[in-house]
């Protein structure tokens, strides 16, 4: 990031930093205080190479640090650690792209909230890329970084005892996917074109991921990341690129109901183990 050209304030805490654009500085310690839990517990569990840091930019600094429009949250890894990268605030022209989506979900029985808790959220889901970024679980097989993100995210909050949280995550679940009933899509799908996919699209597999690590993470908890962690190849250096069909035998390895689930992507499994792989688009 060009932080040469970026003036920015600090407000810290013992457990994760973070910097902000002026005027940011209230919006920056709401989200210190939903993050720090989730670090302090992850940090004791999994012990992370690297520093993880908060950065709450305003549309000018935004400019500065990327490219990409105003307002969703984003993770970025730098020399040392990886920076979660949240908005000072959610325009009105971002915001409104979720209108069509969620009167959809409330037609079909699901009530939304508003639309900046949803975008919170995502910054919570982003904190679990910079943690898996920084503890040896990024596989660079998108999907199941995607996954491992929302499952990251998932245990810290239950890990900190708050079932309020976990209510929430329950909800925006069942919007995400009652927005997009009649979407389905292969794990392919989520690999390539890389950046192209839509937005009902992108919500469908996030609902869908987060479904999953919510029945999951009360059963497994810290321990599925664990084990997924001692199972993958190493592939001699971090943000290596490790083999997808690698990836997906360790991952059935840790947790074999993750061979079933593969089906939610549009395929039943065979019966051959190996092609239960491959139905799901994870075996060359």
């Not at 209230?26 to 993050?35: E, K, M, P, V, Y």
């Not at 900046?116 to 889901?125: K, N, P, T, Y």
């Not at 329950?170 to 996919?197: C, H, I, N």
Request: hydrophobic share 45%.
């Amino acid at each position: 990031m060009r932080s040469a050209r970026l003036y920015l304030r600090s407000l810290n805490d013992e457990v994760l930093s973070a910097r902000h654009s002026q005027g940011a500085r209230t919006r920056t310690a709401h989200l210190l205080g939903f993050l720090v839990p989730l670090q302090a517990a992850a940090r004791d569990v999994l012990a992370p190479s690297g520093e993880v840091s908060l950065l709450v930019a305003g549309t000018r600094d935004w400019q500065l640090i990327c490219s990409y429009p105003y307002g969703l949250p984003f993770t970025r890894n730098v020399p040392g650690g990886s920076v979660i990268v949240a908005a000072a605030d959610y325009p009105e022209r971002m915001t409104r792209r979720f209108d069509d989506l969620f009167l959809t979900a409330g037609k079909a029985g699901v009530s939304p909230g508003h639309v900046s808790e949803f975008l919170d959220l995502i910054v919570g889901h982003e904190w679990g890329h910079a943690v898996a970024n920084q503890s040896g679980l990024r596989t660079m097989v998108r999907w199941l970084d995607e996954f491992m993100a929302t499952y990251l995210f998932v245990q810290a909050l239950l890990s900190t005892g708050g079932t309020a949280g976990e209510t929430l995550l329950s909800k925006w679940a069942d919007v995400q996917v009652a927005a997009t009933a009649e979407l389905r899509a292969a794990l392919d799908e989520f690999e390539y074109p890389r950046g192209r996919m839509g937005l009902p699209q992108m919500l469908w597999f996030q609902g869908t991921f987060m479904r999953r690590a919510l029945e999951l993470a009360p059963q497994r908890g810290w321990d599925l990341v664990l084990a997924l962690r001692s199972a993958l190849p190493d592939v001699g250096g971090p943000g290596a690129s490790r083999h997808r069909g690698d990836v997906a035998r360790a991952l059935i390895e840790v947790e074999r109901s993750f061979r079933q689930w593969f089906a939610v992507f549009g395929e039943e499994p065979p019966a051959d183990p190996l092609d239960v792989e491959r139905a799901a688009g994870v075996l060359d």
